[in-house]
């Protein structure tokens, strides 16, 4: 692979990026985890994030939640390794076959990816955000903000993993999955219909890219980013009381979430530009 970039001229820095599309592959044995390593609370598990070694380097934070014995996946990571992520929810001891949902925050490549391996191999219902959806089953590069993030972010050699959504989820909507009412708050901004998923009897909030720990937001320069819609929405998730947040990056916080979304709702009203990921360095 790495004899093929050279002679088209790769740096070192290509052919590191370009390394990582494999290499999740055999980045522990299964074996090296005794199970309940990745429970944070009595419902929810961290079942994959490159950044914590957990899957993919180029995964996102990707969540499970036991609503009541049925589990709902948030997010799906890049789809590169997707193994890794079901190697994770057999070491909890949770069967394969209780994973019934996925809802995506929106359609990067990071989140979605991963989308049609986890229905091939699971039998799960898939939930994506209206605009999202679209853009996961038929989005090109451009709209994805793949043209400007391969070769920074993702491989050179990085292709889309279309999916198709089982159902589109639209601002506001609620679903009762087991004993949980999740909402989908739609705040546009960060891609043009990005998400958040409100558990609403815990005051729980995955937040996707749209927020992060420490107020910062999911401000990039690529096509399909807005400030403008970022500053039009951010509003919706005020006045919330969410107690334990969740993003799609970063640190994770169990209490006092809405703290750090208020520190992004006040950011969003200065006349500066707001800070951004995490002390506005790329993600990766
Ligand atoms: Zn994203």
Not at 188 to 215: K, M, Q, T
Not at 252 to 262: A, N, P, Y
């Amino acid at each position: 692979m790495l004899y093929g970039l050279k002679s088209v001229g790769s740096n070192y820095f290509e052919e590191g990026l370009n390394s990582l599309i494999n290499a999740g592959e055999g980045l522990f044995p299964s074996n090296d985890l005794i199970g309940s390593e990745l429970r944070i609370t009595k419902e929810i598990y961290m079942v994959g994030d490159g950044k914590r070694g957990l899957s993919h380097p180029l995964d996102c934070c990707i969540y499970l939640v036991d609503c009541g014995g049925v589990f709902v996946l948030i997010d799906a990571g890049a789809g590169l390794n997707s193994e890794l992520i079901l190697e994770n929810i057999l070491n909890e001891s949770i069967a394969l076959e209780k994973v019934k949902y996925l809802l995506l925050t929106h359609a990067h490549s990071d989140h979605a990816g991963g989308v049609r391996y986890l229905q091939e191999n699971l039998s799960v219902e898939v939930f994506a955000p209206i605009v999202e959806a679209e853009l996961m089953a038929f989005g090109s590069d451009e709209e994805l903000g793949l043209n400007m993030a391969r070769g920074v972010i993702y491989p050179l050699n990085y292709n889309y993993i279309h999916s198709k959504a089982d159902r589109v989820l639209v601002d506001g909507e609620e679903v009762q999955i087991g004993g949980k009412t999740l909402r989908l708050i739609q705040v546009p901004g960060h891609s043009p219909g990005s998400s958040c998923l409100l558990i609403r009897e815990d005051n729980v909030l995955f937040s996707g890219d749209v927020v992060f720990h420490g107020g910062t937001i999911g401000l990039g320069n690529w096509p399909g980013c807005s400030l403008d819609e970022y500053r039009r929405n951010i509003g919706k998730l005020g006045n919330l009381g969410v107690r334990m947040l969740f993003p799609g990056h970063f640190l994770f916080t169990l209490r006092d979430g809405q703290k750090h979304i208020d520190t992004a709702i006040d950011n969003l009203k200065k006349p500066w530009v707001p800070p951004a990921w995490q002390h506005n360095h790329p993600h990766y």
